[in-house]
C-alpha cells in the first residue's frame, strides 16, 4: 500500500490512519489514505532459434515476433512495468532482468533487432526453467515461439512438464508465429529441403499426394496437441501468421483474460 493523499476524517475511519501532524495543524482530525501500489512485472520469452528465419508472405517470423514483443513492451511501460527479456534456443541465449522505463524498452528492441544467437536449435523447456529460477516473485511471461519443439519425429510437444511448473508459479501467455506455408505442402515437384535447426538436407517429392496428405496430417495433429498442452497448462494463447494484422488477435486475446 502506498501514500496517497490526506482527508478530513470520516465517522468509520481507523483511527490508526490519523493524521496527527496535519490535525494539529487544521485544528480537526485528518486520516492518511492509501491505495494499493500495483507494480507488475512482465516477462517475453522469445525464440531465436534458426526456424524463426522463415516466412513467405509480408514478414519473416523473425519479424512477427520482434515487432509483438515491442507492443507488449511499450504496453508495459505504459502501466508503469518492468518488463524483462528471455531470448533462447536450445539454451538461454540472453538475459535482460526487469527494468522500467522508455531507455530500457529501446535497449531490449535494438536486442529483438540486432541479436545472433550462439545455437539455432529449440528448447522450451530450458528457457521455462530459467524463468522459474531467476523470478522468485509471480510474474507475467510471454512465450513468444513457433513451439516447434516435439519429442523426437513426434507432433508431442517436449515442453509440457516445464510448463506446467511455470504456468503454477506465473501468469503464462502463449504467442505462436507461424508461416500459412508450413501448413500445407504444394505441389511442386522433387524440392531440396534444409531444416533450420540442425542443417540436415532431405530430398521431398511434393507432386506426391500421399507425401502432402501425410505433412498436412502431421501439421494438424501437432496443432491439436499444442493446443491440448495449452489448455491442460491453464495457459491463454493466440496463434498469429505473418501475413496477417497481429493488433487484433492481440486485442482478442487481452479482453478475453480480462
Known amino acids: 500500500m502506498a501514500f496517497s493523499e ?13 493524521d496527527w501532524n496535519v490535525t494539529a495543524r487544521f485544528n480537526q482530525p485528518y486520516v492518511k489514505v492509501f491505495e494499493e501500489e500495483r507494480e507488475l512485472t512482465v516477462m517475453l520469452l522469445i525464440d531465436v532459434s534458426g526456424s524463426r528465419l522463415f516466412g513467405t508472405t509480408n514478414l519473416l517470423k523473425k519479424n512477427l515476433a520482434t515487432e509483438i514483443a515491442a507492443v ?22 540472453k538475459f535482460i532482468p526487469p527494468q522500467k522505463g522508455r531507455t530500457h524498452i529501446l535497449h531490449i528492441i535494438r536486442e529483438l533487432i540486432n541479436f545472433s544467437p550462439t545455437s539455432k536449435g529449440t528448447n522450451i ?13 509471480r510474474c507475467t511471461a510471454f512465450l513468444i515461439s513457433d513451439f516447434m519443439d516435439f519429442e523426437d519425429d513426434t507432433p508431442t510437444p517436449q515442453f509440457t512438464n516445464a510448463l506446467t511448473i511455470a504456468s503454477n508459479k506465473h501468469d503464462m501467455v502463449g504467442v505462436r508465429v507461424y508461416d500459412r506455408r508450413e501448413a500445407t505442402m504444394p505441389s511442386v515437384g522433387l524440392l531440396k529441403l534444409k531444416d533450420a535447426e540442425t542443417g540436415q538436407y532431405k530430398w521431398v517429392d511434393t507432386s506426391s499426394r500421399e507425401v502432402r496428405n501425410a505433412y498436412s496430417s502431421w501439421w494438424d495433429e501437432s496443432e491439436l496437441a499444442l493446443k491440448q498442452t ?9 496463434a498469429i501468421s505473418t501475413d496477417e494484422d497481429y493488433v487484433k488477435p492481440l486485442i482478442k486475446l487481452f479482453k478475453q483474460r480480462a
Not at 523447456?125 to 516473485?137: D, G, P, Q
Open 72 to 93: 507488449l513492451a511499450f504496453s508495459a511501460i505504459q502501466n508503469n512495468d518492468k518488463i524483462g527479456v528471455i531470448l533462447f534456443s536450445d539454451r538461454v541465449e
Open 125 to 137: 523447456s530450458e528457457a521455462l526453467r530459467y524463468l522459474t529460477n531467476a523470478l522468485k516473485k
Open 230 to 238: 495449452l489448455s491442460r497448462c491453464k495457459v491463454d494463447s493466440v
Open 6 to 18: 490526506v482527508r478530513e476524517y470520516q465517522y468509520g475511519d481507523d483511527i490508526r490512519n490519523i
